[in-house]
């Protein structure tokens, strides 16, 4: 089946600055990888996806990439904002499998 | 509110007590699947319905669990016997299998089960 690897588990950024969080799987019948915001005792919030017949995608300070062929994706936040703050899982699913399969998260902290 | 819904929001039980947990997906959404989460963790796969099918279960759903979706709208997921090991949140989400949308799935906030 699927695995999804996720780094780094922590992140810490000041205000204002860039945020870089880097998937990679291993199924390459995965087609499509979406990001989920959670915060603390809330849902998953579905931020932004990226199906594999593009290779990148952006909404407003946030981007993802995605390499077929090295099979990893990224997501980038630009200019953040302490609200940012959260954990952010990445995922993927496709071919056979309608589910998702999540890494395991990155703790992103904007400091003021 | 028309996004997913799930109930009861936290449960507390004993070991060896039975639980249902209810999930009621988006409206339209024919897709419907149970996560379950750990601390620390990301949502791991339990099992899927189409509709009323249930398509496909994790080799993590032992034969204590069971989920339903008798008329292809809400859908339960009992836990029978349970143990300490089931402490989780268990999430539900729901998706449209047709179009743009197709495979974006919208969470529930959950259901927190603590078992004593």
């Known amino acids: 089946g699927e695995n999804v690897e996720q780094h780094p588990s922590t992140l810490s950024v000041q205000e204002g600055d860039s945020a870089v969080i880097k998937c990679t799987y291993s199924?390459?019948?995965?087609?499509?990888f979406p990001w989920y915001k959670q915060e603390l005792g809330k849902r998953p919030q579905l931020i932004i996806d990226i199906r594999s017949n593009v290779g990148e995608k952006k909404d407003q300070r946030i981007a993802v990439t995605l390499n077929k062929t090295a099979k990893h994706f990224s997501l980038h936040i630009t200019e953040t904002q302490p609200e940012d703050s959260a954990v952010y899982f990445c995922?993927?699913?496709?071919?056979?499998?309608?589910?998702?399969?999540f890494g395991s998260g990155t703790q992103l902290t904007v400091l003021p | 509110d028309t996004g997913v819904s799930q109930d009861p929001r936290h449960k507390i039980t004993k070991r060896g007590q039975n639980v249902t947990f209810r999930c009621d997906p988006i409206s339209e959404h024919n897709r419907l699947y149970w996560y379950r989460q750990t601390l620390g963790q990301g949502p791991e796969f339990l099992t899927y319905f189409q509709n009323e099918a249930q398509l496909e279960k994790s080799r993590l759903l032992s034969d204590r669990f069971s989920a339903e979706r008798p008329k292809g709208s809400f859908s339960t997921l009992e836990i029978q016997r349970t143990e300490q090991g089931d402490s989780a949140m268990y999430l539900c989400?729901?998706?449209f299998g047709q179009g743009k949308a197709k495979n974006i799935q919208y969470f529930g906030a959950g259901t927190r089960l603590s078992v004593l």
């Open positions: 989400a729901s998706s």
């Open positions: 995922a993927a699913s496709g071919g056979s499998a309608r589910q998702l399969t």
């Open positions: 199924d390459s019948a995965s087609n499509y």
